[in-house]
């Protein structure tokens, strides 16, 4: 017994390209395996702990504008020495490899634009560094190191680089896949000390060491922290030899193991110092884990002491330090984002006591096991390394509205509960304006700073000039000129009124605390001439709002628009008229606008050539066939007129038009090929509603595939083919007569042949206007060479033999005169 299973087209495509993508995954994937032990004993041989990272293959599409990038993510673990990124790209079966670039950044999605396109005047790109690899779908790994990354994490975009503007029809052509598979090995350093920070000034933590070549320490700084001072003191070379009093190089940074090769690296040589104490003053970061790196010469072993001190800005309140309701204070709320488990590093066992509860000391050992704690027990005569140049600070409160992205942040309401507009900021010291970015849901939109000079400041005896910074981590001033080496400036002032209000967009802002500090100057007329201000405040106004693309809009040639990929939610601009960049403001390769009205013109007017086919139609009595056409021609001309850039009208959804355009050009083939089946009305009608079914369900599934227009076409065909066999073999003779095969039939077939051709094979996005509206014309001109002769009431039809008796109850309409009726 055999058992035969036919699948149809669709069914064995789908089934075909499973195939295809379960045989190129597992050659990746052994690839894969083969390149990644080799990465791994690389690693595990400098040391460390080596951990991994695998992201599945995903599809990445070609780029035509920021929506077409896929991204993914990776979360970097803490103390990473070494990440290291291996990709592998492949394509469908029968498809040649093509060029897939891939972006690397860390804590936001990466800015860039691949078609060199320019950015938007006042956009902050650059701001973080952004990694680039080119790699083939060829299954060929590429590598990518990156040295002492950053915890927490990290967004690449892949796409696919294709310059090719060619429209290829589905079906016609092999459907070309690129799947992009991303491993990454991880070295994590295990060996880091963890360093008590003096808060209090009654404490004195000195922590001993013997370092010999390198030795890692981290610390932890809360909020409102001023600044870092570091002292290392006490050295003793253990080895003998002539060598300075403290041969010890200090690297410090933030969040990360310092990296000696970075620009984010303070690096501090003790060799150099005169004295006997080591010190190293650092703005630090709040809330974050700081990192130092103490190096040797090779082979030497020093012993040292160091201690941290941390200065604060807030006496009274507001940082974990001194928050605790029972006034007591764990190691583990001191990092509160981390549990000290059997997994972190090892902590110096200190215990530090106030004086009225010298008793009261807690020590939790792992015998007992729990992880060590380090208690703090601060009471109110307790005081705090106060920092004397501390700036006046202002806490942004954030107001989040609806919709992704849509945020902006005030002053704290004042006594009444009302939130202040204006801003009076001192001359004598720089003001600090500080707000906080979430990580995932803030980064996806343009985060935009505006800033001005109240119109209302009195301008008689000079003008005023106020400089900012706006950079995230670490605070920054402005120096003399107005600049700031590390974040962004901005420079407003009163010499004319453009000049009063400046703006800054910032796209995919990264999470985490924002800075904006404010120094104002005085000046008589040229900015040069500084003179000392009248008053001791200057007022502002000022403005941080989010909003998705370019503070909601794309300007008048690009639409904004929300996209979800690997999850994420991102906003981009989509241009059109050949208009492009960030926020379609490129015009470099922009359209003309009399080839867009052109395009719009040629387009729907095209359409019009349905109109003697339709005349045609109804004059030979072909009254369906006149409904379909009109159909056909109305939602062609209306979803073209919807589907244009700039001079556009919509009747109503794009996808209801679109579905009506493909469904009625598809019926409209079939309604003529049954037309020219001069078959008996019953039948007649029959095709007509299975037909009209049929075509809908196919249009409905894939309305773009091939076999959605073939199948209809050929079914029909079949039909009248038959028809035209069954009506030679009755008739003796030649059907349909000759002067509408060489009149009719052949001027229509060469039409039609030539409209499907240009279709399928010459469509690009340069010329599709031109190309498309070819493919109306002859598509219409096609069906009015193409319908049959007008129907007349001729005799009666016989569905049986010639010699059987007829049936009187059925009526026929002929398609010629001279045809003999049957008897």
Known sequence: MVCRVWLGPGVALTLARALTLALTLALTLALAHHTLSADTHHLRDEGGKVLYEVLAGRQVYVYRSYKDVQIFHFSVPAHVSMALYNFTANDSLACDPRSITVFLQAESYPVVNPDGAEYPPRLWVNRSQVYEVQLLSDLSPSYLSVPYPVAGDWFMVAFINETSNRITQAGLFPSCHSWLQTEVTYRQE?????????????????????????????????LSTWLVVVNISNCVILNDGDMPSCPVTVAFRTRALPNLNSTNTVIHKCEDVIGDTCTIEVDPEEDAWHYLKLTTPTGMSVQLSMAVKLFLCDALGGNIYHSMSGGKMTMNQLSPEESLGAGSPPFVNLSISDADDTNNISF????????????????????????????????LVKKTFGGNFVFEYDLPPDENGSVPLLLNI????????????EPIIDIGGTLSVELAISPYMNVSKHNFSVAGCVALGLREEPDASGQCSRGHSLLVNTSTQNDAVTVLLIPFPEPGSWYLTLTPTCYLINASEVVECSVNEVTV????????????KCGRYGSCVQYISGGFIFSTCVCDAGYRGWGCTDSSQATPNWKLLLATLLLTLSNLFFLPAIILAVKRRYFSEAIVYAFTMVF???????????????????????????????????????????????????????????????V???????????????????????????????????????????????????????????YAFFETHDNYYYVHSLWHATMALAILCLLPPRREKNGFFSETHPSSQPDLNLVVYRSTPEHVPLP
């Open 190 to 222: 295990e060996n880091i000390v963890n360093i008590v920070p003096e808060i209090h000034s009654h404490q004195e933590i000195q922590l001993y060491q013997q370092v010999e070549e390198s030795q890692y320490y981290r610390f932890y700084v809360p």
């Open 364 to 395: 939790v050992t792992k015998e007992q096991g729990l992880p060590h704690r380090i208690l703090f027990m601060p009471t109110q005569n307790t005081k705090q390394h106060i920092a004397e140049n501390c700036w006046p600070r202002h806490n």
């Open 426 to 437: 001192t001359s004598a010291s720089p003001t600090l304006l500080a707000f906080h970015l």
């Open 541 to 552: 106004v000022f403005s941080v709002t989010s909003a998705s693309c370019l503070q909601g």
């Open 636 to 698: 062609s001309t209306f979803y073209h007129a919807c589907d244009q850039e700039t001079y556009n009208f919509c009747l109503m959804r794009l996808s209801v038009m679109q579905f009506c355009d493909f469904y009625s050009a598809i019926f409209s083939f079939w309604v003529t090929l049954i037309a020219m089946a001069d078959l008996p009305y019953s039948l007649y009608s029959f095709l007509h509603v299975a037909g009209a079914l049929i075509v809908a369900l196919g």
């Open 700 to 758: 409905e599934y894939d309305r773009t595939g091939l076999w959605v227009f073939v199948v209809p076409s050929a079914s029909a065909f079949f039909i009248m083919t038959s028809s035209w066999i069954w009506h030679c073999k009755y008739q003796h003779g030649c059907y349909p007569a000759k002067q509408y095969w060489l009149t009719c039939l052949l001027p229509g077939v060469l039409l039609a042949v030539t409209g499907l051709i240009c």
